[in-house]
């Protein structure tokens, strides 16, 4: 990185901060829990395209990981855990409900992998939602003390916006940086020529285990701010149809790119608030996921991300054609 | 002298064995060849040498070396490359960043003077090619990085897969000239070829496999002036045919 791309994204870092910081002072209750939703699902559209778009492994699970980690904290601060040992505790659960997934991605691909992935996240949403005495089963958990922010004289929800945003600059910049550095170089070799990256020295394990961790323990962190934003967990945000919409939104927002995940985020927050608004029924969610995929591959196969690049290549020609002519 | 010693070697994927006792020896500064008609095991060979395919017996040997039960960083530390069939590139990667990856098993002052010193090679032109994305590349210069990207980590044993698969006769004549260059600097290298006129041009001695056994031995120099090879490639006959009249065209523009 040049000093001068260091500087303007120190620049952008501080200014995206300070704007985090002046809207935390002045929206209101409503759009700061919907941007505190927004925000932890960039943290957790990050981790899904690390493994999805980075790795190629195709985790239908996602909802799953998080969930790992929200029950996770839920519990840890009800038995009366600091929030940063809760958070820790949750980083720690989503990291390793990932990592049991590596071990299929060793000898699946695909396909098959996104079966057995399918798979995890039913288990989870029956373990979370018949392991009553831990889950709280289909009434899920409250986690009252969350009302109350830890800043003295700082309400909760703008206590969790503003740690959400700052989280989620923080990690888009890490992100960024972790996928152009050694680490994306050796994601990039594993998955484009995995034989021959193993004969350089590479060990997949190895490999998959890190990357299966790192996005586990980024969810976490997603899972902390979603049950902060909301004080309560259920196996309700947590379900199979909330892995597919992740999913489907990083293939319509773009894979293996960061501003794709960003663009996910929005859809994943955005389409039921949507529908919503639209006066549209909440069951109408899979119809409009199907249609969106349809008409993304069709038409943008590398997600939105790729569409200034495409109007730019568009306007390239026409102008050459006016000029030729 | 450096020397791979291959005894007995049995190589499968689970099922029955698709090499079946293959025993070889080569010396440092020596190209072996390996020629055989299709599925006769010749690549899930160097796959087994290179660790990337399960050994159900026998064993291979850098010097005192055994590397049976090591895994691939082992053999890349023992002293071990493999240049895959298909050149097994990354997309999107730069020439620079295949050479970086081809360092994964050394430290990063010593990775970073062998990636300096492999960009130096082939008259520098890795070096000039550093920032340019592999997809830019033609298959002549892929080959090189791939090449490259294998030599980095300093081999004494180099496995080439099919070297010159898919490329013109003139780049044909200049990955030749690259093994010519690595024999001369010491190298053992085993080398996969179904161009078959070519590859015993080059080689020190040659064998035929023949649904993973050695049917064929012997010097590559014989071999080449001996017809009766064909009758050992069955399947292939007519490649070595097809490949000399192929040989004939080296030299013309690309």
Redesign the interface.
């Known amino acids: 990185m040049n000093i001068l791309s260091r500087w303007s994204s120190v620049a952008l870092t501080v200014a995206a901060v300070v704007v985090i910081a002046i809207l935390t002072t002045v929206l209101p209750g409503f759009r700061l829990s919907l941007g505190t939703q927004l925000f932890a699902y960039i943290i957790i559209c990050l981790s899904a395209n690390l493994l999805f778009g980075y790795a190629d492994e195709i985790v239908l699970a996602q909802a799953a990981i998080v969930g790992f980690g929200s029950y996770g904290f839920a519990v840890a601060v009800n038995a009366g855990a600091p929030l940063v040992m809760a958070a820790l505790v949750a980083i720690a659960l989503s990291s390793v409900g990932s990592v049991l997934l590596a071990f299929p991605a060793l000898r699946l691909q695909g396909l098959f992998l996104a079966i057995i992935t399918l798979a995890f996240q039913f288990a989870f949403s029956g373990i979370a939602e018949g392991w009553r005495a831990v889950t709280g089963g289909l009434n899920g958990i409250a986690v009252n003390s969350l009302f109350t922010a830890p800043v003295p004289g700082m309400e909760a929800e703008r206590f969790w916006f503003l740690v959400a945003g700052i989280l989620a600059v923080l990690l888009v910049l890490a992100l960024r940086r972790l996928v152009r550095g ?1 680490f994306g ?2 994601l ?2 594993l998955r ?2 995995p ?9 997949a394990l190895h490999w998959k285990l890190v990357t299966f961790a790192l996005a586990g323990g980024i969810s976490g962190i997603g899972a902390v701010l979603l049950v902060g934003r909301t004080a309560y967990v259920s196996p309700g945000s947590y379900t199979v149809q909330q892995s597919m919409l992740i999913t489907v939104a990083i293939i319509v927002g773009g894979v293996a790119s960061i501003t794709g995940s960003v663009l996910a985020a929005i859809i994943v927050v955005g389409l039921p608030e949507l529908l919503f608004a639209l006066g549209a029924s909440a069951e109408l969610t899979p119809v409009i996921i199907a249609l969106t995929i349809v008409v993304c591959l069709r038409f943008l196969p590398r997600g939105i991300v790729s569409l200034p690049g495409l109007v730019g290549r568009r306007l390239r020609r026409a102008r050459a054609k006016e000029a030729s002519s | 002298m450096t020397e791979l010693r291959i005894q007995d070697l049995h190589v499968g994927y689970g099922g029955d064995d698709i090499v079946n006792g293959v025993s070889l020896t080569i010396a440092g500064g020596e190209v072996l060849v390996v020629l055989g008609h299709n599925a006769a095991g010749k690549s899930t060979l160097m796959k087994g040498v290179a660790g990337l395919a399960t050994c159900t017996s026998g064993s291979v040997q850098i010097d005192e070396v055994v590397l049976d039960r090591l895994p691939t960083p082992g053999r890349v530390r023992a002293g071990l490359g493999y240049v895959p069939a298909d050149r097994a590139l990354f997309n999107g990667l730069t020439v620079r960043e295949h050479l970086v990856i081809g360092a994964y098993t050394l430290g990063r002052r010593e990775g970073r003077a062998r990636v300096a010193a492999v960009e130096q090679r082939f008259g520098g032109v890795l070096g000039r090619l550093r920032n340019t994305s592999i997809q830019g590349l033609s298959g002549g210069q892929k080959q090189l990085v791939a090449i490259g990207r294998a030599l980095v980590a300093s081999p004494r044993v180099l496995l080439l897969d099919e070297p010159t698969i898919g490329l013109s006769p003139a780049v044909v004549t200049e990955v030749m000239a690259t093994i010519d260059e690595l024999r001369a600097e010491g190298l053992a290298l085993l080398v996969v070829e179904q161009n078959v006129a070519t590859a015993l041009r080059h080689a020190d001695r040659a064998v035929v496999l023949t649904h993973g056994r050695i049917t064929l031995e012997g010097d590559a120099a014989k071999l080449l002036a001996d017809d009766s090879i064909g009758a050992h490639l069955v399947a292939d006959g007519d490649r070595v045919e097809a490949t000399r009249n192929d040989d004939e065209a080296e030299g013309e523009p690309r």
């Open positions: 050694p170089r050796g990039a070799a484009d020529a034989e021959a990256a193993a004969a350089l020295g590479m060990r």
